[in-house]
């Protein structure tokens, strides 16, 4: 990934638009709504699109001392790339046997293990390379993916762990669960999880552990369930000023802002006869005379094709709605006969300061959540970074600062595509 800050020289196809100043605001509004709680803001899957490395800096400008990741490798780029202050702790939780167990110990990474084969691994490589692995144990409390049943194998694997703590070859330093309905406040199961992982510390706490950090809270019970933050609250899309429960509330009511904006040229505008046809399939056909345009991205930048004949896009002050089928690099949209010249600005999302659709917007029109639409923006699409510079402030506000483009992400940089659910990180 090219860091360097490059000034624009020429318009651009498509950008997104990522105002670190927002994100920094929203981590300290998020320090607010946990005031007894430290912040670890997720930046796995490229910072959900947003790029990890720049804003895992403005995280932590912002008062994050936390940063978590899925997959080890993710963190170990983090580690090795971000350049970030003493003291700010690195998690990742998403393991298969293999993984490089050595290599996050000598990173001084925290990593999670929900079961006997994880332990053994990471004590054999702490074993192998004489440094004390960083583990943090995690209960399954009835989400149904990671974490160690409760009951006897929960029994088995604390017990295990703290031998090996004895032996000097690994430190808990955190027990953790996650949950499964936190966007639904009143949902049977958040109590019921916040009963057992509860009772799952206890345990493990009268055994003997000691750790540094307890935590199930994601985003969404971060925002309505104070009682859920123990020692640390794991905020993800937050941080990135969507709402993980729009039914419940927006981003504003929550005090958070949009980071991203997605923004395109347009590439064409002509008159055609009513009775045209509009894109592969023809599913839209022109009801008379009008102008399309052109917009230059396609499910290729991660435009979703579900989004076809509904997918809101700002063009000319007017929202427009996408004309007919997705296409790989393309799609277009019926201007009702305005005219307008190529190079116009079409904007498909935002934070609505201006009259844009929001994610929220593009997740409602394809049948998905805000979560996905932003994650899945891919490769071709450079992100340019406004607000670097730390300023006083609200969100977006700052010293005027070159932005940063990132034209080609390389590896697994960017994600091409999400499968999480709505009460994710």
């Known amino acids: 990934m090219n860091e360097t800050a490059t000034q624009l020289t020429a318009p651009l196809r498509a950008r997104a638009e990522i105002d670190l100043g927002a994100l920094r605001a929203n981590v300290r509004a998020l320090r607010a709504l946990s005031p007894g709680a430290a912040v670890m803001a997720v930046v796995k899957a490229d910072a959900y699109g947003h790029g990890a490395v720049p804003c895992a800096r403005a995280a932590v400008e912002g008062g994050a001392t ?57 004590t ?17 409390t009835g989400l149904g993916r990671s974490g160690c049943q409760p009951g006897d194998d929960w029994v ?31 949902h049977p199961s958040i109590d019921a999880q916040l009963v057992l992982f509860r009772e799952m510390v206890a345990y493990a706490e009268e055994r003997g552990v000691r750790a540094e950090v307890r935590h199930i809270a994601n985003s969404p019970a971060t925002l309505t369930r104070s009682d859920a933050h123990f020692d640390l609250v794991r905020t993800g ?32 505008v002509k008159q055609v006869p009513g009775g045209h046809g509009v894109s592969y399939g023809h599913h839209y056909v ?38 007919g089928r997705v296409a790989m690099d393309q799609f277009v949209v019926d201007l009702g006969g305005d005219e307008l010249e190529a190079g116009a600005e079409a904007i498909l999302f935002g934070a609505g300061d201006h009259g ?59 994600a091409q595509g999400s499968d999480v659910k709505r009460s994710g990180t």
């Open 66 to 122: 936390w940063l978590g990741t899925a997959t080890p490798q993710e963190a170990l780029d983090l580690r090795a790339r971000a350049g970030l202050p003493d003291g700010v702790r690195i998690m990742c939780w998403l393991w298969t046997p293999g993984g490089p167990w050595r290599e996050a110990i000598e990173a001084d990474l925290d990593v999670s293990v929900s079961g006997m084969w994880a332990l053994e691994e990471v």
């Open 156 to 186: 088995e694997l604390v017990d295990a762990a703290l031998r090996a703590e004895s032996d000097g070859l690994l430190r808990i330093t955190g027990l953790w669960s996650h949950l499964a309905c936190a966007d639904e406040p009143g």
């Open 286 to 323: 022109t009801p008379g005379v009008t102008t399309l345009g052109l917009i230059p991205v396609g499910y290729a930048d991660g435009i979703p094709r579900h989004a076809s004949g509904t997918g809101p896009v700002l063009v000319g002050g007017k929202w427009r709605t996408v004309a």
């Open 237 to 268: 899309i937050a941080v990135y000023g969507i709402s993980p429960s729009p039914e419940v509330g927006s981003s504003a009511d929550f005090g958070l802002r949009p980071v991203m904006s997605l923004k395109a040229s347009v590439a064409l």
């Open 124 to 140: 054999d490589a702490a074993r192998a390379v004489g440094l004390p692995a960083r583990v943090q144990l995690k209960a399954d």
């Open 356 to 414: 844009e659709p929001t994610a929220e917007d593009w997740a409602q029109a394809a049948g998905t959540i805000a979560y996905e639409i932003v994650t899945r923006i891919g490769t071709r699409v450079p992100r340019v970074y406004v607000n670097e510079v730390v300023g006083e402030g609200g969100p977006g506000v700052g010293p005027e600062v070159v932005p940063e483009i990132i034209p080609g992400y390389e590896g697994d940089d960017v």
